[in-house]
């Protein structure tokens, strides 16, 4: 079991990666400006363009996103870049069309889908990772409806701890 919680209150910005115990295992960090490797207003260096950088024992990693398709609502695909430069994670942002809600389909490191519950609905946060196989190997979820801070519970043992914080961080700012 993984916890991912805000640092603080009113920084929506930081998060926090704790073990089932509770101890600090690192830190998710969003810049005041995310950029995509595509974009077309570029802040940063192309280089630079990250989305949040998170920090672990086991080094430095940067997720990125990048525009797949434009229009009325952008598919986008996000991943996670091992300290090295290696593609860890890759979720894509897809819409099937306008007003519809998107798709969240893994690519990598295996084929699947990750379904999120709706901010349209008045439900807790909720979100499950199932591979093509049909096993569900992620559950995200919230413990409750009201919290003066986010914080989610990442239940499952599917991929490494860098991986498992990316998931949730990325079904939080998609939700």
């Known amino acids: 079991m993984l916890f991912l919680s805000q640092a603080k209150i009113w920084n929506n910005c930081q998060f926090d990666i704790k073990d089932a115990a509770g101890g600090l295992l690192g830190a998710i960090h969003a810049p005041d400006w995310a950029q995509a490797t595509n974009s077309r207003l570029t802040v940063v260096a192309r280089d630079n363009a990250v989305a949040a950088r998170m920090q672990l024992p086991s080094g430095n990693f940067a997720i990125r996103l990048e525009y797949l398709r434009r229009g009325w609502n952008n598919d986008v695909a996000w991943w996670l870049e091992s300290p090295e430069g290696d593609v860890l994670s890759r979720i894509e942002k897809i819409y099937s069309g306008a007003g519809a809600l998107p798709w969240h389909f893994l690519r990598a490191p295996d084929q699947g889908e990750l379904t999120i519950s709706s901010a349209r609905k008045l439900t807790p946060f909720d979100a499950r990772l199932r591979l093509s196989d049909g096993r569900r190997v992620l559950r995200i979820k919230s413990p409750g409806w009201l919290r003066l801070k ?26």
């Open 150 to 175: 986010l914080e989610l519970t990442v239940e499952g043992d599917f991929g490494s701890v860098p991986q498992r914080a990316f998931l949730a961080y990325y079904a939080l700012h998609h939700r």
